[in-house]
């Protein structure tokens, strides 16, 4: 069968691909920008491609670029599909115009689905039986309406929080618990949830797939347990082995909680925003016999914890919650970024000779997240802080690999816009706060490894902060180069 997949670089997108890939079917990606979206990752084994991310011959997979808020471009998108899945989302893009964004894209795809021939659409969706749901709750529901109101059989999954390797509901828990053996926490601690591993997910995703009895059908989806927050906090404690004391206490405002999370955790401050409005909420599913329909084990919490962390010592996490683009920068696409200015621009370009290409190439791959930056790394964290501070990213949000990356990743307050190992090159843009653009580009030519940091200010300010930290720049470039060279 021929399957349409939106979102695929997002979390659960990149979790699917592979499982309808293994069932034989041949999937049509649809992706913003096509230099995002590495397919070679999802095809090993299979003929080389002929550029760097393009799907290899045979994989099964090809991509169509569109813009879901572009009608135009929707004309991509093959009519001889059998079937698409919507998993697109703006909660972590936007504090205030998201469900707008969100329902204009539901319309277009809508309005381009139904000149296809596909016969069913599976929405993933979220909890929404209270009556008085948040924002973003309240624009998933909206998106469902809209979608029913197509030519195709709608399937819509709804879902609370999703447990596993790289969610950002993992994160969170996993920056709070492993960082405050003490927290004083806002009272949405004692709302009641149902959460889900991302293990079940997939399964539910790929087993409803043109499966008549779900036509036109919704389903609750969630684990076998109802927690609070406070109890999942707790329980993913013990998985670790740690102690942790939690009280709530009533007085913390829920742009206080917003806070909170933003300066502890790794999430960015819009998307803190829209989880403190969605935890409000109680997201306990209504009962449905869909897991029984489709012979799903339903896993418990503590279990999902364990096999997250599983996932991780094998360096096996497929998606992160931080691949989806986070900035107004970055809303283009990564396209219009990687030809680096060179006009109207400050450089630092350091140069040096090396003996083991192979090895450079490992610590080039390998930079940032748990490895650091290989110089002055308490002024790389100072940067980080100050960043968070400013309303940024900062440095926690790491890296998805260890030792491997693809362009759209995420990697610290950097993002990866290219990234090939065949031609030795490695490219990162600027996600922090800054008075212009920034880019770090590490090559290797001719038995040398370049490295060049590019800046291009934006008016007097963005001139005075080069001149600034040029200082700094002076030791940092200089030594990271030279232990990147020689080890």
């Not at 749901?133 to 109101?149: F, G, M, N």
């Not at 601690?189 to 889900?196: A, F, K, N, V, Y």
């Amino acid at each position: 069968m021929k399957i349409l997949l939106t979102g695929v670089t997002g979390y659960i997108g990149k979790r699917l691909l592979p499982v309808l890939l293994e069932q034989g079917h041949e999937v049509v990606c649809c992706v913003r920008d096509v230099r995002r979206f590495d397919a070679s990752r999802f095809a090993a084994g299979k003929t080389s491609p002929s550029q760097p991310g393009d799907p290899p011959a045979g994989s099964g997979i090809s991509l169509v670029e569109a813009d879901f808020l572009d009608p135009q471009s929707l004309t991509a998108i093959p009519p001889d599909i059998d079937a698409a899945y919507y998993l697109i989302h703006s909660m972590s893009t936007a504090i205030g115009h998201f469900e707008e964004l969100e329902i204009k894209s539901a319309e277009n795809f809508k309005e381009r689905i139904n000149q296809t021939q596909a016969r069913q659409v599976i929405y993933l969706s979220g909890i929404s039986n209270s009556e008085e749901l948040s924002k973003h709750l309240s624009s998933r529901k909206a998106v469902e309406t809209i979608l029913k109101q197509g030519r195709y059989h709608l399937t819509t999954l709804r879902a609370g929080i999703i447990m596993g390797s790289g969610s950002a509901s993992f994160e969170i828990i996993r920056d709070l618990v492993e960082k405050l053996p003490v927290m004083i926490a806002p009272r949405w601690l004692e709302t009641r949830s149902q959460p889900i591993a991302i293990r079940n997910v997939i399964q539910f995703l790929s087993g409803v797939l043109l499966n008549e009895k779900t036509f036109a059908n919704s389903y609750d989806i969630g684990g076998p347990e109802i927690l609070t927050y406070k109890e999942m906090l707790t329980g993913f404690a013990r998985v670790r082995g740690l102690k942790r004391r939690v009280w709530v206490v009533p007085v913390m405002t829920p742009k206080l909680s917003s806070y909170w999370l933003y300066f502890i955790t790794s999430t960015s401050y819009k998307l803190a925003v829209n989880l403190v409005d969605s935890m409000k909420v109680e997201v306990v599913c209504r009962p449905n016999d869909l897991a029984r329909m489709l012979n799903i084990t339903l896993i418990r919490y503590e279990d999902a914890v364990r096999l997250a962390f599983d996932r991780i010592e094998q360096h096996d996490v497929l998606s992160s919650w931080t691949d989806a683009l986070s900035g107004d920068k970055l809303s283009q696409g990564l396209a219009p970024l990687i030809n680096v200015p060179e006009h109207g621009c400050f450089r630092d370009v350091r140069k040096r000779e090396i003996v083991d290409e192979e090895g450079v190439l490992a610590r080039i791959w390998s930079i940032g997240g748990k490895t650091g930056w290989y110089y002055g790394n308490w002024l790389w964290a100072l940067r980080g802080f100050l960043d968070k501070l400013a309303g940024g990213v900062g440095l926690r949000r790491g890296r998805r690999d260890d030792h491997q990356l693809a362009a759209g990743d995420s990697l610290d307050f950097w993002r990866v816009l290219y990234a090939s190992r065949a031609e030795k090159r490695l490219l990162l843009y600027a996600e922090m706060k800054l008075p212009g653009e920034a880019w770090l580009e590490f090559k290797i030519e001719n038995k040398a490894l370049v490295q060049t940091a590019t800046f291009r200010p934006r008016g007097l300010w963005g001139r005075a902060y080069w001149y600034a930290v040029l200082p700094f720049h002076g030791f940092i470039f200089r030594g990271m180069c030279d232990r990147i060279a020689r080890g």
